[in-house]
C-alpha cells in the first residue's frame, strides 16, 4: 500500500510471478529393507575413479582391513600382507665376572710376591750390612783415655785403622814462661823419636810425655823446622812401642775418607772423621811460616790436635794436622775447613832434623 494524494490508503499491487515446479524426490530401491544390514560405501583407492558400494561381512565374519598402497603404487586391489622383517638379534649374553675376579686374585698374589720378596731381600741387606753402618760411639781405654768417633768409613776398617794408630799417637804437655800448652805428636821411629809441631814446643821448659796406657814420660827436644812449622821430640824406648807408618801423600785425592787422632782440649785419643777437601794449598800460619802443599780436611782440628795425626783408611799417617782457617768477621775458628802438613814434607824434616844435633 502507499499513500497519494486522492486516497490516503490506496492498495498496492505487485506483478504475478510464477513459482518454479517442484522437482519430484527420487526413491532410492537400494535402501535396505527394515532388518537388513546396509552396505558401507567402500572408499576409492588411491588413484581409482569413483566408487561403489562394497558388501560388509556378515555376522560374525572379521572384516578384512584395506591395505594402503605402498609408494608409488596405483590404485588398489587385494589386502597384502606386509613384507617379512629380518629377525631382531637376540643381544649377547653377559660374560661372567668370575673372570674378573679371577683376574684380580691373580694379580693381586703377584703384587703379593713381589712385595714379599723385597722385603726379605732389604731385611738380608739390612742384616749384612750391620758391620758397615756409620755410627758415632765413645770408649774408654785405660786411666783417663777417651776415644770418641764419628766416621763415614765402614765400621770394621775403621776401627782396624784406629787400632793400628792409636799406640803411636801421644799426649803432650808443655811447661812454658807463659803456663801450660797441649799438643799432641806421633811415634815415628823405634829410637823414640816423636814428630810434632813447632808452635806446640816452642819455649817449652819442660815436656811431658802421655802414652796411649796412660803411662807419663819425660822428653827432651831434638830439633826443629820452623819454617814448616815442625819439631822432634825423644823419649827413651819403651816395651810394646808402636811405630807410626808414615803413607805417601803425594797419592792422595780430594774426597778420600781421612781420620784425625789427637788429643784436642786435652781429651786423649780423641778421633774425628772426615774427607780430604782439597789438596796443594798453601797456608800462612804467620809472618814467617807459611806451610806449603798442605791437606785441606773437613776433619774437626781442635787445640790440642796440633801435632797429632791425620790417617787414611789403612792407618797410615799422611799428615800432621796443623791449623783452623779462622773467620775474619767472627775471630773464630771455621767450622770444617782444617789443614795438616803432608806426609812428603814430613819426611824431609824428619832427615833434617834428627841429623841435627840434640839441643
Do not use: C
Not at 804467620?286 to 795425626?309: E, R, Y
Amino acid at each position: 500500500m502507499f499513500r497519494d494524494e486522492e486516497n490516503e490508503y490506496a492498495p498496492t499491487y505487485r506483478p504475478y510471478v510464477p513459482r518454479p515446479e517442484t522437482v519430484p524426490a527420487v526413491i532410492d530401491h537400494t535402501a535396505p529393507y527394515y532388518g537388513q544390514q546396509p552396505q558401507r560405501p567402500a572408499s576409492p583407492q588411491y588413484g581409482q575413479q569413483g566408487g561403489g558400494w562394497q558388501q560388509g561381512p556378515y555376522y560374525g565374519q572379521q572384516p578384512q582391513r584395506l591395505v594402503s598402497p605402498q609408494y608409488g603404487q596405483q590404485g588398489g586391489g587385494a589386502p597384502q600382507d606386509p613384507a617379512p622383517q629380518p629377525p631382531t638379534p637376540r643381544p649377547a649374553p653377559k660374560k661372567s665376572s668370575g673372570m674378573r675376579t679371577g683376574s684380580i686374585f691373580l694379580l693381586t698374589v703377584v703384587l703379593m710376591a713381589i712385595f714379599g720378596v723385597g722385603l726379605f731381600a732389604g731385611w738380608q741387606y739390612a742384616g749384612g750390612s750391620v758391620a758397615t753402618t756409620t755410627t758415632t760411639h765413645s770408649t774408654t781405654s785405660s786411666g783417663s783415655s777417651n776415644v770418641t768417633v764419628s766416621s763415614t768409613l765402614p765400621q770394621t776398617q775403621r776401627e782396624t785403622a784406629i787400632e793400628k794408630i792409636k799406640p803411636s799417637v801421644v799426649e803432650l804437655d808443655v811447661t812454658t814462661n807463659q803456663g801450660q800448652q797441649l799438643g799432641s805428636g806421633v811415634i815415628i821411629d823405634k829410637n823414640g823419636d816423636i814428630i810434632t809441631n813447632n808452635h806446640v814446643v816452642d819455649g817449652a821448659q819442660t815436656i811431658k810425655v802421655v802414652l796411649y796406657d796412660g803411662r807419663s814420660m819425660t822428653a827432651q827436644l831434638v830439633g826443629t823446622a820452623a819454617q814448616d812449622d815442625l819439631a822432634v821430640v825423644h823419649v827413651q824406648p819403651f816395651a810394646k812401642m808402636v811405630v807410626a807408618t808414615i803413607g805417601d801423600s803425594t797419592r792422595l785425592t780430594v774426597g778420600q775418607n781421612v781420620l784425625a787422632v789427637g788429643n784436642p782440649l786435652g781429651i786423649t785419643e780423641t778421633v774425628t772423621s772426615g774427607i780430604i777437601s782439597a789438596l796443594n794449598r798453601s797456608v800462612s800460619e804467620s809472618n814467617t811460616v807459611t806451610i806449603n802443599n798442605a791437606i785441606q780436611t773437613d776433619a774437626a782440628i781442635n787445640p790440642g790436635n796440633s801435632g797429632g795425626a791425620l790417617i787414611n783408611e789403612q792407618g797410615e799417617l799422611i799428615g800432621i794436622p796443623t791449623l783452623t782457617a779462622i773467620n775474619t768477621e767472627s775471630n773464630t775458628p771455621a767450622n770444617g775447613v782444617g789443614f795438616a802438613i803432608p806426609s812428603s814434607l814430613v819426611k824431609t824434616a824428619l832427615s833434617q832434623i834428627i841429623q841435627q844435633p840434640a839441643q
